[in-house]
Every structure is written in C-alpha cells, then in structure tokens.
C-alpha cells in the first residue's frame, strides 16, 4: 500500500498499527532525513489550482465590449481604406492589451502573496519534538496534533485522545458536527468543533479526499457597496455616451455624411466615454492597497473586505489581546481546605498541558516552575488522561496518576462552572464569590481549581488562581485616535463586568458595561438602545457577539467584529468586517475578512486609515472619470452640431483614451488625505462635483476652438491637433483637480504619478509638434495650449474649492 493508492475505504479498515508500519516507524514522528526523502516521493501538502495559461491571459484583454468596439474600428478602417488609422489603432489596441496583462499580473502576485500569508499551520511530532509548521510542509508519515478550532491539514488516521467533534460540511454535505474516536479518519479541511487528538498523517495534497472529490472554493464574487456604486457610474455613463452618440448619428444622417466614418467615430468616440480602465484601476488599486495594509500587520482574505472597513463605524474589539497586552500573570492564589498556594498551582499545571501553547496554561505552568523542588514534584504525576478546554464545558480536565499509583482528577476553569462540580460548594459559594469580587475590582480574573478525592467524581473545590492581563501601553492612546476618526470602539469580554470596567477606565473608554444577560431573551427593540449605547460588553459568549453584530447592523451601523475562536466564526461572517486576532485559530481565520499578524487595537485603527486611503483613491477617480465623460461627449457632440465638423478624429480619440489609462493606472499610488470620519458613497456629491467640473471643461475646450479659428486662424486639420493637445492636457490636469478637497497643492502627489501624467503630456505635445501620426501645429501653438489649460486649471481649483464648501455646509443641515 502506498499514498497514491490508498482509497477513503482502504484507510478506514486498515488498523493503525499496519499504518505504522507503512507510514512511520514508530510514534516519536519522523527524522528530518526521512522526511527529505517523502517530499521527493509525494510533494507538497497542496491542493493545487488549474493555473491560467499567460497567452490566454494576455488573450483575454481583447475580448469584452470595449476591445471588441476598438477592434470594429478597426475594420472599419480597413474598409474605407484609412490605413494609417488602421496600423494605428492596431498598434494601441495591442498596446493597451500589454498595459492590462501587466496591471493584472502584478495584481495577481499581490494575491498570490497574501494567500501565503494566510497558510495553515500544523502542530507536528518529530524526532520527539512537538513543532509548528506550516501545513504544506506535512508528509505522510508525520505525527500531527489537531484541537479546538484548527482545521485538518491533511488526511489523518486519528491515533490517540477522547474524541472529536467536525465540521465536515464543506467536503461531504453534513449539517451537524460528526463525532470522530480513535481508528476513525479525520478529513483534511474539516473544522475541529471540540476535542483534541492526534493523529498520523496518511495523505497529503491533491491525494487527500478532498483533494480528490471536490473544487477549490472560488473566492465569492460579491460586490461591496463602494464596487457597485462604481459599476452604476460606469452604467450611467454609456447610458449618457449612447444619447449623445445616437444625437451625432441623427445629425450626420440628416446631412448625408459617409455613415460608415461616422460609425467608426461613434465607436472610438464610445470607447473613450465610457470607464475602459475601470476593472484594472479596481483591481490594481484592490491589490497594491492589500499588499499595504499587510505591512501595517493585516492580512486580507477578501478584497472587498478593504472598502467595507473604509465605512465601518462600530468596533467590536476583544479585550483581551487587542486592547490588553495578553501577556498573562499570575497576581495571587487563594487557597481552601488546608491546601497550600503551592498546592494549588501544582494542581493547577497538572490541568495544563505546555505543548499547547495556551497563553493560560502556560502562565500557571511558568509561575509553578518557581516552587522549590517543581521538577521532582511534577515528575511524581502520570497524566493518563487529558481533556482540553472546550467552550460548551468551560475548563479544563485530567486524569492523573501519583507515584503511590492512586488515581485522582484535577480541573481548572471559570469559578462558578468549578464550583457547581464540587461537593463543598455549599461553604465555600460566599466566600469564592467575595474574592472573585475583590480580584475583578483590581482587573484580574479568577480561575477556580479543583480535584477529586483519588478516583471518585466527588470533587473538592481547593483554591482560586487570580491573573492579570495589563491594557497595552498603546490602547488609551488608540481609542482616543479611534474616537477622533468617527470610530466607535465597543469592548467585548467574557470577564466579569467589574474587571471590564475597570479596563475600560484605563483606556479612556466609557464605563458603561453591559452583561450578556442585558441583552437575550428579549426583544431587539428593547435592547437595540442599550446596545447602541453600551460602551462594551461582559461575560459574552460567541453567540452574544453575533446578536450584538445584528442589531447593530439593523440599526444601519457598518460592523467590524473581533475574535479568535471557532465559535466566533458566525460572527466574523455576520459583520460587515470580521477581524482575526493575531492569536486566532485557523476556522476563525477562515471565516474572517482580515487577519492582523500582530496583537494590539492600532493595527486595526492603522489598517482602517489605510482602507480610508484606497477608498479616497477610487473616489478621486470616480469623479474624474465622470467629469472626463461630460467635457468630451458634450464638447464634441456640440461641435459637430454647431460647426458642422469633427474637432477631433477617431485616432485622436483612440490615443487620448489610451494614454490617459495608461496614466491613470497610477492613481492607486497616490498620495491621499483620509477621511476624519467612516467614508459612505455619496452619489450626489460625486455627481455634483464631477458635473461642474465636466461643465467647465465644456467651456474652456470652445475657448480654444474659438481662439484656433478667430484669432490664430488655424486651418480645419490643425486645430483638430490643437484640440486634441488641449483635451489631453487639460484632460490630466482633472486629475490633479480631484484629488484634493481643498486646493491642489494641499497634499502633494505621488512621484509616480506626477511623472505618469509629464511622461505621456510630454509625448501628446510631441506628436503634435512634430506631426507624428497627427497634423504637426509648431512649438508656439502647443505652448499656447499649455499656458491656457494651465490657467484654466488654476481656475478651475479655485471653483472646486467653493464647491466643496457649499456641499459640506449642505451635508451638515
């Protein structure tokens, strides 16, 4: 038997011991120089995905509408016989082709990189050694242990432990969790639910079961808001050229022009209106910001995921490890029932277990570690039995072994759960209460500890271990930043409400603490209030968190919701932004938008600026892509009807499109100022703004014609290239109109994009000078063009300014 030909059957009724002795020698796991050997033989733990061919790819970017419309013109040219038109336009449609491939193929290795980011670990044995690797580095063989809230990495014959509970549902189609026990298989991608086990890993990569019977998920398509906002624009605006076009048909039919010339200038004439760059702007600006924001520490799953947390105005942040340090300590230990402190840390490590990694467990363990004699006292104990923490029980639990071969257990967890387990829970219920009181007024939090009597399940509650987790150096200092920015921080904690209040005092948060139990099993209109003017939340389960999510979204909030947990899941699906903490496991990965690298509130306060940033970056084009679209459409359509003549040809329109994408690609470069406050799209502003604009442009492009005929008295061929200069220049200047509020020098632009728009103005006024492909007009005819669009710029900024003014003072009534 060997990977390849084990089948899902195979494998259920092969026993563990004959996988032992085909996968690995024994259960210390494999030697490095073993696994060497298996990655040569079965590769890496991958599921890989059918790649995309380049050729295909750069194919690609000659089908859709807008190059099928170049490509119509350019047969078009063919057939009336404008051959330079034809190599022309053949050459830019080609060009333009390049420029796309490689705009979406940078964008492509910018996702490829975030999907490395977001791998999968894997707790693995080898040489003895528990290590966490990363679960593409498994190989058949391998000794792997999988708990609460991992995802399986790979096909694993489960070897050892209780049991586990699955969610399997996404490779076989189950509804409920399926309980998996020791012989059983355990699926590579189903999602641990509850338990801990390990297990021997017998098939890896496209060999697993799911591997085998199922597709890749494809990444949801879903539109955010600000994507569809954008498309209707895009809808708007070829609902706005076909009127204007179909009015430029009417005219030339009505005065007996050639209708095949007048098609072909429809079609450039259409291609140049409506938004040809928008996918790629989208997609490159998507991308590059993804790749910013995983500097700031936040790693995006879905892209969408940036603009959505650009309007997110409430979030909902986890105490712990967001707006604490979660550097755990313990600040003192309360003993019962003639048991010492000693005692109780001892029994407190033995219902810990190190290899876990649990920020708890290991505080009790590193302060046990400090009793004189700990190694000789430790050593005296056999754990037979161990049961990890699981949210529906609340502690953790061991059977245990002394040297004296007596059996006893030994638990921890929250102090009411350990204290309904006890038999002395009668005399001691005031008292544990007391101290849990006097600890949560200090900010710490109590963990119970209890044991049986040798074997019995008559349990003893014998002490209290009290831990404290300080506020990060950062956090007051965050909120307050958050507050500014129009960010509404709620804290969300399973602690009890006296240790929230009093960690909300630190961080400058309101000390108004809602319960859990202030909010269920009553109706959402008597609770949206308090929720809404809760400034955090205590002793909240996962379920509370996604009840909180709903009625804030109800109330028309944009969500952003921590957490870190399995149970969190339906949450951090349910916000409009779900946020895996730094410490998450891997379901609560998978269900979240954004996954932060390091702990702490500023990474999400940094990752919202930037958010803000990119949103800012689409809007600034947005309202120059519109205001484009009007000052072309209108200018040339009331050209052609008052003047009876083009002002510009089909291959002017052509190269004005082409290079202004080609610039306009660096936008997502630019340099921003954020909002202050959550960004919502306001269609109106957009259209107000980019109409005025638009309408200016209008105004001034007739200034020129006027002046080209009346007073320098160019011929017809001439001023079309005056025209086209001047629709260019002025054309990039609106672009650094836009992207201020206030006037243009306020916030200086990106040197890439500076140097874009200089690179092809320089070649628009060259071509025009010297005749390249376009009637030459001289040196003096340019610089006339230039100076004025300038001036018109300068005007231009001004009115903006005016504008902006007016509609804040409206937005504010």
């Not at 333009?96 to 490829?112: P, Q």
């Not at 498309?231 to 706005?240: D, P, S, T």
């Not at 904690?493 to 809602?514: F, M, Q, R, W, Y």
Request: aromatic share 8%.
């Amino acid at each position: 038997m060997n990977q390849e030909s084990i089948t899902s059957e195979e494998l259920e009724n092969t026993n563990i011991d004959e996988l032992y002795k085909i996968l690995s020698s024994n259960d210390s796991g494999l030697s490095n120089s073993e696994v060497e050997k298996r990655y040569e033989k079965y590769g890496y733990n991958e599921i890989t995905e059918k790649k995309v061919s380049p050729i295909i790819k750069f194919l690609s970017n000659f089908w859709g509408p807008i190059p099928w419309m170049i490509e119509i013109a350019v047969i078009l040219s063919a057939v009336i016989a404008h051959w330079a038109d034809f190599w022309i336009i053949l050459a830019l449609l080609l060009l333009n082709a390049i420029v796309r491939f490689w705009e979406e193929h940078k964008a492509d290795n910018a996702i490829e990189l975030l999907k490395q980011n977001l791998a999968l670990k894997a707790k693995v044995k080898r040489d003895g050694k528990w290590k966490t690797l990363e679960a593409r580095d498994l190989v058949p063989g391998d000794i792997i242990r999988v708990r609460l809230g991992d995802i399986i990495p790979a096909d694993v014959k489960l070897t050892k432990g209780d049991y586990l509970l699955v969610d399997q549902s996404a490779l076989t189609g189950e509804s409920l969790p399926v309980e998996k026990k020791v012989s059983d298989i355990g699926y590579s991608g189903a999602i641990v639910k509850q338990g801990e086990m390990d297990g021997l890993v017998v098939t890896t990569g496209m060999n697993t079961y799911f591997g085998k019977t199922t597709k890749l998920v494809e990444e949801a398509k879903n539109r955010s808001h600000f994507q569809k906002a954008v498309m209707k624009i895009g809808n708007f605006l070829m609902v706005f050229a076909a009127i204007l076009v179909g009015i430029i048909f009417l005219v030339s039919i009505l005065r007996n022009t050639d209708l095949l010339s007048t098609f072909e200038f429809a079609l450039v004439l259409t291609v140049a209106s409506i938004p040809v760059a928008l996918p790629a702007v989208l997609s490159v600006t998507m991308a590059i910001g993804a790749v910013a924001l995983t500097k700031k520490e936040a790693i995006v799953s879905k892209l969408v995921a940036i603009e959505e947390l650009a309007g997110v105005d409430i979030l909902c942040s986890d105490k712990t490890g967001t707006i604490t340090k979660n550097d755990l300590s313990v600040g003192n230990v309360i003993s019962f029932n003639d048991f010492s402190s000693n005692d109780i840390l001892i029994y407190g490590t033995l219902a810990s277990r190190e290899e876990d990694e649990d920020a708890i467990d290991n505080t009790i363990i590193d302060k046990a570690k400090m009793i004189e004699g700990f190694e000789k006292i430790i050593n005296g104990y056999t754990i037979a039995n161990f049961t990890p923490f699981d949210p529906v029980i609340k502690r953790t639990e061991a059977e245990v072994k002394d040297k004296d071969g007596k059996k006893f257990k030994v638990a921890k967890g929250a102090p009411q759960i350990i204290l309904s387990l006890s038999s002395n829970k009668q005399d001691l219920s005031n008292k544990v209460n007391e101290y849990v009181d006097e600890f949560a007024e200090k900010g710490y939090r109590a963990l119970g500890v209890a044991k049986t009597k040798n074997n019995e399940d008559s349990w003893i509650f014998i002490g209290l271990i009290a831990l404290y987790d300080p506020p990060r150096d950062d956090s007051a200092e965050t909120i307050k930043t958050a507050m500014a920015m129009g960010l509404n921080v709620k804290m969300l904690t399973g602690d009890h409400s006296s240790i929230a209040k009093e960690i909300a005092k630190t961080v400058n948060l309101g000390t108004n603490i809602v319960p859990s139990s202030s909010i269920m099993d009553k109706s959402d209109e008597d609770t949206i209030e308090l929720v809404e003017n809760a400034d955090g939340f205590a002793e909240v389960f996962p379920e509370h968190k996604y009840h909180i999510v709903e009625l804030l979204q109800d109330r028309g909030h944009i969500v952003g919701m921590t957490g870190d947990g399995v149970n969190d899941a339906p949450a951090l699906k349910k916000a409009d932004v779900g946020i895996a903490v730094s410490n998450a496991t891997d379901a609560a990965k998978s269900a979240a938008d954004i996954t932060l690298t390091k702990p702490g509130l500023s990474v999400i306060i940094d990752a919202t600026i930037e958010s803000r940033k990119i949103f800012q970056r689409m809007l600034n084009y947005s309202t120059y892509r519109i205001a484009e679209t009007i000052r072309i459409l209108i200018f040339i359509t009331l050209a052609i009807i008052i003047f009876q003549f083009y002002p510009i040809t089909a291959l002017m329109i052509v190269l004005l499109a082409i290079l202004n994408d080609a610039a306009i690609m660096t936008i997502a470069y630019d340099n921003v100022e954020y909002n202050k406050s959550p960004e919502a799209w306001d269609m109106r502003r957009v259209l107000t703004m980019a109409s005025i604009l638009g309408i200016i442009g209008v105004f001034s492009s007739f200034g020129v014609l006027y002046i080209g005929l009346q007073v320098f008295h160019v011929d017809q061929i001439t001023i079309q290239s005056l025209i086209y200069l001047k629709l260019s220049v002025a054309g990039h200047l609106t672009v650094f109109v836009v992207r201020t509020k206030g006037h243009f020098w306020t916030k200086r632009p990106a040197k890439i994009l500076f140097i874009a728009v200089v690179a092809t103005q320089i070649i628009a006024t060259l071509i025009t000078v010297y005749g390249i492909l376009l009637p030459a007009m001289g040196w003096m005819l340019a610089l006339f063009v230039w100076i004025y669009a300038i001036i018109a710029f300068l005007i231009t900024d001004f009115i903006k300014v005016f504008v902006n003014k007016i509609l804040d003072k409206r937005s504010k009534i």
